[in-house]
């Protein structure tokens, strides 16, 4: 969703700021806009691309000024047009603000503000902000930095600000509640943005803000308080990110350098986690939580999108191997319809980002209720881990492309492994099974290599065959109906084709009606407890002419008879499969949306990370 850079020191701001968006894009947007000031304050705005921008920027150039700040906007009040971009100014032109969030009352704001003699130039909530901060500034005759704290203190809701006043051209004001702000310490120089992706060529020396705190930058000193004005000491924080992993390293998107990615980053999730010499399976983060994990009544576990399907998946593994009963909720449903929680529960937050509004909330009321609350997320520093009692990451590194790849097969291999943590400490395994599980997961990243070089050339050779279909259906049972799920979710997200997922079973009792020789199935049909029950169901698509396209186990005959394409995937454990089979149908989105022309990396109207509910 929308994204902030800021920047002062010594440096162009201009240069650093486009370049700052252009890193930002991966999030979902719709307008981009820029401020710099330099005597006065200047901005530019513009209904799509970061380019876009530029374009209209160029004829301006150059652009003397050594502090500016710029956002990339995912419509929430207002639709997407040049008016409702930001930056907003003030009636003076003396302030200008980006923002990312939802200021929840800004109808009762803007009230104040329009019986008081403001007007409005665009629909956004974030207009309300910066009319509100010139008041006070007026009205008060306060600095720049307090007239922001105290309009904040009016404010409810989530915000992550940056703010510019003309009359103190030497100071970049920034501040978070529920809204990520990360501060990047240059040489005589600051770097602000709404996630490290565009500070790390820069340098790797961050502080993270705090919700409901101000920081005051100026080019040679920062200094971080409370909005109720109670100072913090700020601690540095060192990033663990290279700039090649958020570049495209030669790929033409960073969707299938993702997706070919996942040996490594399966590897990098185990990583010292599961160990053939003592046979344990280590998650050093859940060590002194574990005695309350082993209490527990039951797991409830909470995410959205793909993250949620992780989830679903994570309910098979634990129930299965560990016997502890799992519920799995959307977060956005479990926050509002007040469940039945106790101290005796333990909620799982799945997080690719980190930042996802709904999730967040879900933690806030397991919190409120004395759950014990873990994350299982990918991106450090985030708010989730920051908020939750204890957690697992993933180390899947940035993920870049919108439609989630890689981080979920990282999620599933973590899961797996705190799934077999907990039955090893429960005594729900056999030794032999135990075993059995550990050694597939050590064959896992090579397997997932194997899986990638033979079935990539497949997809892509099938792709054409499928790319102007309207609609899809995706079956699966046991631990391949998540998978199912996630193969549809693919599908629809980057290349528009409707796709449904479908527990296998539950065809006949609806989706079999719109099987006709024109719909496409994908059945995940590798070799399980259910194969033999899968089996009947192809045969059910084929007596209704469907067009069968079968993900199947390496050697398997009888099912090649049967389906109109098979793609063969190595032979692992049952509970291991969805890691390997996902791989296929990840590709065949991939190469459908790239021959439609669809915008791989940036699907229409979706956003990396959903940071309004
Ligand atoms: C958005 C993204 C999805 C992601 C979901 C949950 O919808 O486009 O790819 O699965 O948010 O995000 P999270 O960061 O919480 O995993």
Known sequence: MCGIIGYIGH???????????????????????????????????????????EAFVAPSLPLEASIGIGHTRWATHGEPNDVNAHPHMSHTLNFAIIHNGIIENYDALKEGLVERGYSFASETDTEVLVHLIEEIYRVSDVSAEDAVRLALQKVQGAFGILVLCKSEPNVLIAARRSSPIVIGLGDGEFFVASDATPIIQYTKNVIYLDDNEVAVLRADDLSIKSIRNIPRIPQVQTLD???????????????????????????????????????EVHLGGLVDVMPRILKARRIIIVGCGTSWHAGLLAEYLIEDLARVPV?????????????VLTADDVVIAISQSGETADTLAAIQLAKSAGALVLGICNVVGASIP?????????????????????????????????ALMLAR????????????????????????????????????????RFADATNFLYLGRGYNFPVALEGALKLKEISYIHAEGYPAAEMKHGPIALIDENMPVVFIAAKDRFYEKILSNILEVKARKGVVIAIVTEGDTRIAELADYVIAIPETDEVLIPILSVIPLQLLSYYIAVLRGCDVDQPRNLAKSVTVE
């Open 327 to 339: 519920e799995v909720e959307y977060a956005s449903e479990f926050r509002y319809r007040d469940p």
């Open 386 to 418: 920051r908020l939750t009692d204890a957690g697992v990451y993933i180390h899947a590194g940035p993920e870049i492309g919108v439609a989630s790849t890689k981080a979920f097969t990282s999620q599933v291999t973590a899961l797996t492994m705190f």
């Open 11 to 53: 440096q162009q701001a201009y240069p650093i700021l486009i370049n700052g968006l252009k890193r930002l894009e991966y999030r979902g947007y719709d307008s981009a806009g820029i401020a710099l000031l330099n005597g006065e304050i200047k901005v530019f705005k513009k209904q799509g691309r970061v380019r876009d921008l």
């Open 425 to 464: 400490a429960r005594r729900t395994l056999s030794d032999e099974r135990y075993n059995a599980c550990l050694q597939a997961l050590q064959l896992l990243p090579e397997q997932v290599r194997l899986t990638l070089d033979n079935t990539a050339p497949k997809m892509q050779q099938i792709a054409p």
């Open 241 to 279: 990110l290279e700039l090649e992993a958020i570049e495209k390293g030669g790929y033409p998107h960073f969707m299938v350098k993702e997706i070919f990615e996942q040996p490594k980053t399966i590897r990098d999730c185990m990583r010292g986690r599961v160990s053939r010499a003592d046979g």
